[in-house]
């Protein structure tokens, strides 16, 4: 039994979609499983020339021998996924949980004006008033939808079973451990906990079955949307620096921050990491793009990563040098 969560530690966009493909490509895991919030999230991931886009379908999905599942505890949008399922090259091999939430227009409406558009700064995808709607019990499942069940298997049985026969399983989280309903910057979050064990309940997989959790940092802090972000720098200052991201949902310019220790400990804590991944190493030290070994970086880049793994008693063992795939130094033994 191997299972490993791969969660994001700060605000979401940490680069979790590349090492999450990254992870799919080289452990070959027999199931990708995603949990999370819903279509709020995105991931980028570069393939070659390639760039996709993901919002719904587990981001490992370039693993062509894998199964790519959505857990029970996320909410669908069934035109998003249908799109990607298409555009992505995946069907046969994409299933959903009956038990998945159901995006529909009441909810694209409500997500697009008021509080949560204004205030808390929603990614406007629906997915916190179906959250919701669950919580009032009036939410509809994948299972009320004749056209959804092609795509429905028991996603907490299938991933159980794989793990049983000593197959590996790979558990994706999506937004970050300061966007969690109950551990984050409240009421600036999203509408889940994103934190492993939420990540975990959502696809249906306990404590005990969980061998690895690797938390992702980016190596500095963004967040896109409101909501407190310690020692912001100004739009310009992080554009000097190289910081300034756009959201993929949103197309949202990011805010930018230097790597936060305090939010890092906090996060190895709520998340029980065993593993920490940090990406973008090239955006800090760009002598370092492209590197796929360690004893090659630069010595402030090696400064920085050991300073991180002293500091969070953590070892560091997968990190990003670069947007594609293959760019990453692997460190676990
Ligand atoms: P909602 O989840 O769309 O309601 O948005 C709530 C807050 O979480 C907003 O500040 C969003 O920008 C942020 N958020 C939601 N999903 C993501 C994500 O995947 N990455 C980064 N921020 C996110
Ligand atoms: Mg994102």
Known sequence: MTSTVVVGGFFGDEGKGKIISYLAIKDNPKIIVRGGAGPNAGH???????????????SGFLNKNAKVMIGPGVVINPDVLKK???????????FIDKHCGIIEETHLIRDSKGELKEKIGSTGSGTGPANA??????????????FLSPLIVDVPQEINSALSANEHVLIEGTQGTFLSLWHGTYPFVTSKDVTASGICADVGIGPTKVNEVIVVFKSYVT????????KELSLDDAEKKGWSEFGT?????????????????RAI???????ISITKLDVLFSDCAGETSFDKLSDDAKVFIKNIEDKLNTPVTIIGTGPAVNDVIDRRS
């Open 44 to 58: 980028t991931i570069r393939d070659g020339d390639k760039v996709y886009k993901v919002r719904m379908l587990p």
């Open 133 to 146: 709607d669950r919580a009032m019990r009036i939410l509809k499942l994948a299972k009320d939808f004749d």
């Open 223 to 230: 967040r896109v949307g409101t909501g407190p972000l310690d």
């Open 84 to 94: 990607e399922i298409e555009d992505f090259d995946v069907s046969g091999r994409a």
């Open 249 to 265: 949902v949103t197309g949202r310019q990011r805010r930018a921050a230097d790597f936060d220790f305090d939010l890092a400990r």
């Open 269 to 275: 804590m709520l998340n029980g990491a065993t593993q």
